[in-house]
């Protein structure tokens, strides 16, 4: 049985710390950072075995070994040279890319300034960041991200090593908020992955994807050269609103400020259209071939990351199973 004190820190650690204020100097944010990390390893460690290429595995484009052509393979990776030699058709396997180049997304908009259970969405993008930085470093493997705020882009160039991902989560944690009233700019930071061509690699989308969704196009682009994966991060006030009369709001993004009186009518229509948007933004990344990983405020984030990965690798490992089951029938 888990203990009291176990469970406490359980759900201290679903917490990912506050990175509100800081500077590069801040004591507190150097100690925030190092908790984050040793958070990820201690919860991700153990659990996921393997020097995996990332969250989504796949095959690579290096050549390998060939074997004989079995009823359902790819036609397209017949060897042909083998098969005049031999007389009897072949194919080309190939061999999975071991220095893999990932590029993150960071939408570190003004919505993501908010929260209201124990993180803010800004809290935990950077505690999602950090993750994928665990989850695809090592053996040789780069990573690199595009953080926007609106008003600024900052391009952090892909690196391997700890040093660069250490540097790389401050920039991160540090990037200021933007000025109440501009907009966020997601296809213009999804569109700087495009220019200039960068080698096929992985591509993580962080936001919390909400406004107009005129991103489709750049996410098709790039998901046509790389895998993509979008991390959607969310506040349960973004679904529904909560029953407490009159109350204030305020769009820092756009700059308006309403009064609304939270009446049964009012907190229907919100969860509706709440509802309706998120399945337009699930309907747009399936067709962009990007899978969807959700992470709120108030769950525990690194046992969604868990499950996410581990139902992944679990489907991909069924469809080569069923895959190759079919091609010996």
């Not at 509802?275 to 969807?292: T, W």
Request: include cysteine.
């Amino acid at each position: 049985m888990r203990g009291p004190a176990e469970g406490a820190v359980r759900r201290h650690e679903a917490r990912p710390p506050s990175f509100r204020s800081g500077e590069l100097r801040d004591p507190s944010l150097a100690a925030a950072l190092r908790t984050l990390e040793l958070t990820v390893r201690r919860r991700l460690d153990g659990v996921l075995h393997g020097d995996h290429l990332g969250l989504i595995p796949g095959p690579g484009s290096e050549p390998g070994d060939a074997r004989e052509y079995q009823p359902g393979d790819d036609v397209r990776q017949m060897d042909w040279s083998v098969t005049a030699r031999t007389t009897h058709p072949h194919v080309r396997q190939s061999v999975a890319d071991r220095e893999l180049e990932t590029w993150m997304v960071l939408d570190l908009s003004a919505s993501l300034d908010f929260g209201t259970t124990g993180c803010e969405k800004r809290d935990l993008a950077v505690a999602a960041a950090a993750a994928i930085t665990h989850l695809t470093g090592g053996g040789g493997n780069r990573i690199g991200a595009v953080v926007a705020n609106g008003s600024t882009l900052t391009r952090i160039p892909a690196r391997g090593g700890q040093i660069h991902a250490q540097s790389m989560l401050r920039t991160i944690a540090t990037t200021p908020s933007a000025v109440d009233g501009v907009r966020g700019d997601l296809v213009g930071a999804i569109e700087s992955l495009r220019r200039p061509q960068r080698r096929r690699g992985m591509a993580v989308i962080i936001s919390d994807f909400l406004g107009p969704i005129d991103w489709e196009r750049s996410l098709r682009a790039i998901a046509a050269r790389h895998d993509v994966l979008a991390v959607e991060v969310l506040d349960p006030r973004d679904l529904e609103l909560p029953d407490i009369g009159d109350v204030v709001l305020h769009d820092p993004e756009s700059g308006r400020t309403r009064e609304f009186s939270t009446t049964p009518r009012l907190r229907a229509d919100f969860a509706e259209a709440a509802a309706a948007h998120r399945s337009d933004v699930e309907r747009v990344l399936r067709r962009c071939g990007a899978p969807r990983l959700t992470l709120r405020t108030d769950g525990d984030w690194i046992a969604d990351v868990v499950r996410f990965v581990s139902s992944r690798r679990h489907t991909l490992g069924a469809s080569a199973a069923n895959t190759a089951r079919a091609g010996r029938r």
